[in-house]
C-alpha cells in the first residue's frame, strides 16, 4: 500500500504488451516508424485536430524541450512559483532555453490568478533592454497542489500570454487525470483555451517511460527535431516509444486508468498538498499535519479501503 | 534483410524478460531501486572494479553527459574529427558541455595516432588565456569506422591526457563488439589503461534504450546525479534502465550479441566505412562504391549467407 | 539639473587625465600592464587584504562574471527580488553561469531578512537531486531601493551561507556611497563580514566604464581569467581600465565623489525607491507619488537647492 | 620599436580629444545619446547604405554577438580552422550562439576556398538531424596570416552559404587594413558581396576600445539589443563608444591610420604569419624562422626603418 508517488508502480499490462508486441519487428529508427506515426495520428483524435508530435522519455524533458521552442534565452518564462518546471526539474528548463528566467509567481493552491500573471507581466515590458523579454507561460495541470484550472481560466490567462505575444505551454505531466476531473474534453483544456505546446504525461498514468510534446500548431515546431536530438532525447529505437502511447491511447485505457486512481473525487477529504501557500480555511492547525497521498492507476480499491479504516481508528 | 543500420533491432528475448519481470513490483523511483542497484554490481563485476554508474536511454546522453563531467565550459574536448560525439549529435556535447568546443583531429579510418593528439595538445596550451583549454580526451571503441584501438593505443593516448591533466572519456556505443574482437578484457580496455569515464552502450547490442556512465573513479561523479537530473535523463520508473542492464549482462547475453554481430571476422571483406580519410590502400577505384554494411545481435546466418550470395553474382 | 540616473553623468575630471596620460605608453595587452597591477595594490590596501583582481567595463559583466565564477549550472542564486542582477540583467547572470537559477527572495525595501534567507535555502536541500542545489548567495551593498546591510546583517547572511557551503557575492555597484553613509571600512563591509566575491564598482560614481571584480580569497578566482576572455569583457588595450581604477582610487577621489552625491543623508526625506514593497509607513498614500531621485558625483549644490525649492512651492 | 601586437598601442589623439569632448555633456545612458547616433549615421555613409550598428568594446565580443544573431544553438558556425574566432577567443562565440558548433575549414595561408566550404557545407546537410544544422559562415578579412579576400572571393563563398540559407559574418578588427590594401570600396567588400553582418573594429586601429557589429539588413538586428545587454556589453555610458567611433571616422582618421600600418606594402617581404597551413612556396626553410611583425598606426617611420636595417645586416 504505498500513497507516497505514482512513481512507484509498474507498466499496465496493455502497455507492457505492446512494447513486447512491437520488438518482433524490425522498424526504421528515430521515430520513423509505423508505431510513432499511429501514436500521432491517436493523439490528433483525442485533440479533435491535426497535432505534431514528438515522443520522449521523461517529463522533464518534455517540458524543458517544449519551453525552448517558445522562449528564447534572454526571454522570461512565467510559472507558478511552486511548479514541477520551477522547482523539481533541476533546471533543466534552464539548461534547454539557454538560460532563459524562470519567473514564478505565487498563488493559493498551486495556480496563478489572471491579476497575478497580468501584474508580473507588467514588470517585463517587452522592448525595455535591460529586462528579460516576455518568453512563454507555463500552466501546469494539474498543479503540484492537485488542483486544476478551468478552461475559462486556462482561456482567461492564455489570452493575457497572447496579448503579450508570448506562447503558451501546458505541463500536462497528469493530464489524463485532469481531463477526468474536470469533464472537460482534451480539446477545450488546451488549444480552444489557446495552449500552444501540451506536455501530455504517459508514465504517471501507467507507461514506462513515455510523454509527448504536442505542439498544436505545426509551425511552432519548426526546429524541435534538433532540439530534441541535441538533447539526447532522440531514441534510436524509438518505435518503443510510439508503441507505449499506441499502447496508453487505445480503448480508453489512458481514461480509465486516470479514473482508478481519482478514486480521491469519491469522499476522501485528506488528500491536498502541503503548500506554502495554502489558503488559510485550508491551512493545517497546530495539532495538525498534512499529508499528500497520491494514488496511481495500479491502486486497488482494497488498499483504499485499508487506508480509510486506518484513518477513522485514527 | 537489413545491413543499413544496428537501431532497426527489437529487443533481446531476455532483456524484454527482464522488463516484462520487474514491472511486477512496486520499486523505488528515480534508480533507488535493487535492478540499478544490482546493474551496477554487475557492472563492478564486469569491470573488476567498483565502477561507480549511471543508467540513461540514449547513448548521445551518455556522451554528452559524461563530457559534461569532464570537461568546463571555456575547455576543449579532443576527439577524431569523424566521431559520434562530432559528427552526428546535433551538438548534444557542446549544450550539456555548456559551450566546450569539439576539436576535430584527423587520422586513417577514424583513429587518431598519439602524433596527432600530442600536436593538437600542443595548440592548447594551459594557461594560455586566448585559447580554449584543454578539458577530455574522448576516444570511440569501436570507431564510426569500425575500426579499434588496442590497449596499447589506448595507453599511450590516455597517458599524454593526462599529463596534460585532462580526463579521458570512451565512447564504448559498440563496447562489447570491440570487446569480443580484440580478446582483451574490459578492464585492460578501460581503466587499466586510463580511462576516466566510459559510455558503456547496450541499445545498440539488445536492448530497449539503455546506456551506463560508467565512472571508474567515483570522485569524479560527484555532480552527476545533478547533470543526469537537469537533462532529463534521470527515468522516474528508473527500475526499467535496470532490469534491461542486469538482462543484458547475465550469462554472457552481451557477448554472445556481440559475437553473433561480428561475423565479418569470419572472411567478408567489404564492409568498411566510407570515411573522408581512408587509408589510399582500402580508397575505392573510380568504378568503386563503399558501402557500410551493419549486422546486429538479430542478424541471421541465413541473411549473411544471402548477402554474400548476392555479391557473389554481382 | 537630471536626478533620473546617474549613467548620464560624464567622466571625473581626474580619470579622464588617468586615461589620457595612459595613452601615451606602449603597454602590454591583456591586462598585463603596470597600471593593472597598480589598481590591484591600490585595491588590496583600500582592502586591507591582498585581493586578487580583475577589471571589465560594465557592471553587469562584473555580477554576471562574479557569479559564474561560485555558482555551477545546476545550482542556485539566491539574491533580493528586485536585484539589478534579477530584474535588470536581462539574464546575464543565467547566461555566464550557465543557466543557473535565480531565486528571488522578498523582503522590505530591497533587502533580505536572514530568516527569508533561511527559509528560502531550506527549500534547496543539499543531495535532493530534483532541486537546483544551493550555488552562492548574491547582497547588494546599496540595495535598489536605496538602503543598506549593517557589516552585522552581512556577518549573518553571509555565515547562513557558508553554513550550506555556498560563496557570498556583493553587487557593490554603488559600494563607495555605502562606505560613505555607512561609515563602515571596506574590510568590514565585505570579507571581514564574510563575503568572497565583491563587483566593485566605479562607473556610476565617477569612471567611463569601469568595475572591479575582487576576489577575497585567490583560490576562488582560478579559472576566471578564462571566464572573463571567454564573455569577450577581456581588454586588449586593459590599461585603460587599470588607469581608470587607479585614478579613482588616488588620493580619494572614490570617497569624496560618493560624499558628493550622497548630499541626501544632509535632510532630504523624499527620494525612496518604489518598490514593489515598501514598508506600510513609507507607502505613499492615494494622493501621493514616489520619486526616485539619483545624484551623481557631479551633481551640483546648485540643482539640489533648486530641486528642494520646486518641491517647497508644490 | 615593438612589432610584436598591435595591442600595446595606445589610443589616437584624435579619438582621445572626442571622449574628452563627450565628457562635458550630460548624455542619455545606454547608447541613446547623440554621439552614438551620429557614429551609426557616419557607418551608414562609409558602406553607402543604412546599416544598423550597435558599439561594444572588443573585438571578441563583437565576433561572438554577431555570430549569436545569425546561428541558432543546434547549428553549425564555417570559419577557417586558424580564424581568431575558432583559435583565439576562448570559446566566446559558444558561449553567446549557446553551443553551436564552430567548424574549422582548412586552407592555405587563412584563407578557405569554395570549394573547401562547399565540400564543408556537403556534410552539414540541412534537415538531417544527427548533424548540427548550417547556421553561419564567418570570414576574417584580414586573415590571422595576413591575406585578403578579394570581393570577388568573397562574394562567391557569400553567394554559396546564401544558397545553404544561412547568412555571412565578416570579422574585420582589422577592416580598415583590409580597405587600404585591397582598394575596394567598403560596400564593395562587404554588403555588395554578401556580407550579412560585420564586426568593424576601431580599436587595433587607434581607438581605446571600439568595436561596431553592423548590420546591413535591419531585420537580422531584431534581438541584438537583447543579447549585447545580457552579454553585459552595454555600456552605461555609452556616449564613449559613439564618441570614439565618430572621432575614428571623421576626417579619413581610419584610413590614415591604417595606411600607416600597412607600410609593408612599401616593399617588406618578411612578415607573413607562421600559419600551419602555409603554401609551400612561402613555408620556411631549414634554417628560417618565420617571423610575425605587426605595425599598428602608431608605427613611425623611423622604427621600420631600424627594423629593415636590422634586418639587413643579420
Known sequence: MNFASDNGAGVAPAILEAIVASSRVNA???GADAYTARAETLLSEVFEKQVTTFLVSTG?????????????????????????????ECGAPELFAAGAKLVGISGLAGKMTAEAFAETLARYPRGLVKASQPGALSLSQGTEAGTLYTPEEIATLASLAHEAAIGVHMDGARFANAIVRLKAT?????WRAGVDVLSFGATKNGALACEAVVFFDADKA???????????????KGRFLGAQMVGYLTDGLWLDNARRANWREAGAKFHD?????LASELAPGPEETVLRLVTSFETSQDEIDALIAIAQRA
Open 28 to 30: 526504421p529508427a528515430y
Open 60 to 88: 522533464t524533458a518534455a517540458n524543458a524541450l517544449a519551453l525552448s521552442a517558445l522562449a528564447r534565452p534572454w526571454e522570461a518564462i512565467f510559472c507558478h512559483e511552486e511548479s514541477h518546471i520551477n522547482d523539481d
Open 186 to 190: 482534451p480539446a477545450d483544456m488546451t
Open 222 to 236: 519548426g526546429q524541435f527535431a534538433f532540439q530534441r536530438k541535441r538533447g539526447g532525447h532522440t531514441l534510436s
Open 273 to 277: 498538498w502541503p503548500t506554502r501557500a
